[in-house]
């Protein structure tokens, strides 16, 4: 695994409060004897001191474990409900036509004890506004992307807690495709680490018309033309690799729409 952040963490039993960063996120960790203790807290927090050092007022959970285990495990994961993301430009699909594009979604870590071990908790590195993707009658909660959908990643800076995605678009209806924003579902992705960078398994889209639902496929690795890379972790929600719903449609502001 050459990303240097996932992986083993070694836990001692020296009651040492030691400190992890990673995107907006820092986590305080320690074991107590057959306890284990974590708390977090994101930049822009109040009273978050600077060098890692933890709070004067550290909220601590605690785990108490049977036999405790010598490391924890650090994964990623992708967030919990789908993702809404904005084009970098309003861009036409003409019908029978299929672009590429690439998103990148800040993704979650996974605390375990020890590789494949008991989940203690999942925590966003970025935390995302949320939106009613839909009608007030019909539609889903997701969050919102702070990144755009580009046709290319070419001059965008590697960030170790962002996972980049790619999608292919394909126009199967007798319409053009308004494409400005797209519904995400992540939680249906893998993560791989390819070269100290995490990527998704791609994602195929085929638009079947404004009325209709889009059939989506979830090729399960990583592009034709890209290395097989490590797989880092399985789909949050694994289902078919095929499925019909909503992708491109009108949404709405979660705190329009309930009124916060």
């Avoid at 070694?10 to 907006?24: A, Q, T, W």
């Avoid at 375990?112 to 966003?124: D, V």
């Avoid at 490590?230 to 909503?246: D, G, I, M, W």
Wanted: net charge negative; with cysteine.
């Amino acid at each position: 695994m050459s990303n240097s952040f996932w992986g083993e963490l070694p836990l001692e039993e020296d009651r040492k409060v030691r400190h992890l960063s990673i995107g907006n996120l820092h986590i305080w960790y320690q074991r107590r004897k057959d306890e284990i203790w974590i708390d977090h807290r994101y930049e822009g927090d109040a009273a978050l001191p600077e060098n890692g050092e933890p709070p004067d007022d550290l909220e601590w959970s605690r785990w108490a474990v049977s036999a405790p285990s010598r490391t924890l495990h650090l994964s990623p994961a992708f967030p919990d409900l789908p993702v809404v993301v904005a084009s970098e430009y309003p861009l036409k699909i003409t019908p029978g036509t299929t672009i590429e594009i690439y998103t990148r979604i800040p993704v979650w870590v996974r605390i375990t004890l020890g590789a494949g071990g008991h989940q203690l908790i999942e925590l966003p590195t970025i935390r995302l506004s949320k939106t009613w993707f839909g009608t007030p009658l019909e539609g889903e909660l997701c969050y919102w992307s702070t990144t755009l959908a580009r046709r290319s990643l070419e001059e965008v800076r590697f960030k170790p807690h962002v996972a980049n995605c790619p999608i292919r678009i394909s126009n199967g209806a007798e319409e053009d495709l308004d494409f400005d924003k797209i519904c995400f579902r992540v939680e249906r992705l893998k993560i791989f680490d390819m070269d100290g960078q995490l990527w998704s398994d791609e994602a195929r889209i085929s638009y079947q018309g404004a009325e209709l639902n889009s059939d989506i496929v979830v090729s399960g690795r990583l592009p034709e033309d890209m290395p097989k890379g490590v797989l880092l972790a399985e789909p949050r929600r694994p289902v078919q690799r095929s499925l019909a719903t909503r992708t491109f449609r009108k949404i709405i502001d979660h705190n329009t729409y309930f009124g916060r």
